[in-house]
């Protein structure tokens, strides 16, 4: 099995990158709980997420007149953030109209206005953080696209911080890469997900269970 290119969802970009060679091991760590206590100091509260499974238009009907922002793109499913109450709303809106709605476990409003404050704090923290050159293809889901030596990569997650998750369009092009795709996260989320988007095989590793049996 060979590794030819990688997606990262949100916090995992980071990993991704650390993957093809832009981050040491260390500084890819230290980024991660940096990023995760900015977050969650900065964060709005009574904000939260919520997946919908629905075509654009759909979402966009159901959010209608309230303060949700389309926060991520996974395909069969999209995914709305922002204020409880318009969260409850969506909720009310979506069981009338027999949409089925999954409520996320998160403690804030992520990929939304909601955590704004967070980005000019984790883009002063980036400017000190190195970035090397890197061999390995990264397919952004920030940006839905290849990552190049034309992104500013810095710029690129601080920007995540508000920006919506395009997992679709990251998944779409990185299925062109390979016949096989691997999860290398915990449970098996993202694996779901990606068999909505395409027909490439696809296993989740499951990391930190307790068994060895997905691998």
């Known amino acids: 099995v060979a590794a030819v290119a990688t997606a990262g969802y949100g916090l995992g970009e980071i990993t991704a990158l650390y993957w093809a060679g832009a ?24 904000t939260g997420m919520l997946s919908l499974t629905a075509p654009p238009g759909a979402v966009v009907d159901l959010a209608a007149d309230t303060d949700l922002v389309v926060a991520a793109d996974n395909g069969a499913s999209r995914v709305v953030a922002g204020p409880l109450a318009d969260i409850n709303r969506v909720i009310e809106r979506a ?13 804030k409003a992520f990929h939304s206005p909601a955590v704004a404050a967070a980005e000019p704090m984790l883009a002063r923290y ?28 810095r710029r690129m997650l601080a920007q995540q911080i508000t920006g919506p998750v395009r997992f679709r369009e990251a998944l779409e092009l990185l299925a062109t890469e390979c ?3 691997v999860e290398t996260g915990p449970g098996e989320t993202l694996a779901k997900l990606t068999k909505t988007i395409t027909d490439i095989p696809v296993v989740g590793l499951d990391v930190g269970a307790d068994s060895a049996f997905s691998l």
Do not use: N
């Not at 981050?23 to 009574?46: C, H, K, M, N, Y």
């Open 23 to 46: 981050f040491t091991r260390q500084d890819a760590l230290e980024l991660v709980a940096v990023r995760g206590r900015i977050i969650a100091e900065a964060g709005v509260p009574s």
């Open 95 to 107: 069981r009338a109209a027999d949409i089925s709605a999954q409520w996320l476990a998160v403690g």
């Open 126 to 153: 980036l400017a000190e953080v190195p970035v090397a050159s890197f061999t390995g293809q990264v397919y952004s889901t920030i940006s839905g696209r290849l990552v190049t030596p034309a992104h500013d990569i």
């Open 179 to 181: 016949d096989l795709l």
